[in-house]
């Protein structure tokens, strides 16, 4: 098992960042992929952006691509978000979640992760 936990989110106005971070704990040797899902009210969760420990590859949904930035401290086992020049549109419940696959293929839909965070709000204002 994995637990994990997000915190960082946030009320921020439009323009701003944030900065989320993903501690994880457990079995930390099965994250071999790690992503971040946002989901707004009456939405499907959604891929935000994903990270694969064998080789630090990364990707991208087209919304946050040049804006958001995702990155691993593994020594601590920390999973981070970087947002700027947040919209409203992106205002959601983030969610860390682990891929437990052994490959090099970042995988984007929420039925491919094995464990999730509780998840934490953002809100961007206009």
């Known amino acids: 098992q994995v637990q994990l936990v997000e915190s960082g989110g946030g009320l921020v106005q439009a323009g701003g960042s944030l900065r989320l971070s993903c501690a994880a704990s457990?079995?930390?040797?099965?994250?071999?992929?790690m992503g971040w899902f946002r989901q707004a009210p009456g939405k499907e969760r959604e891929f935000v952006a994903g990270?694969?420990?064998?080789?630090?590859?990364?990707n991208y949904a087209d919304s946050v691509k040049g804006r958001f930035t995702i990155s691993r401290y593994n020594a601590k086992n920390t999973l981070y978000l970087q947002m700027n020049s947040l919209k409203p549109e992106d205002t959601a419940v983030y969610y860390c979640?682990?891929?437990?696959?052994?490959?090099?293929?970042?995988?984007?839909?929420?039925?491919?992760?094995?464990?999730w965070g509780q998840g934490t709000q953002v809100t961007v204002s206009s």
């Open positions: 979640a682990v891929d437990r696959n052994y490959g090099t293929r970042i995988r984007t839909t929420p039925y491919d992760y094995d464990y």
């Open positions: 990270i694969r420990r064998s080789n630090g590859t990364t």
């Open positions: 457990g079995r930390t040797s099965l994250m071999y992929g």
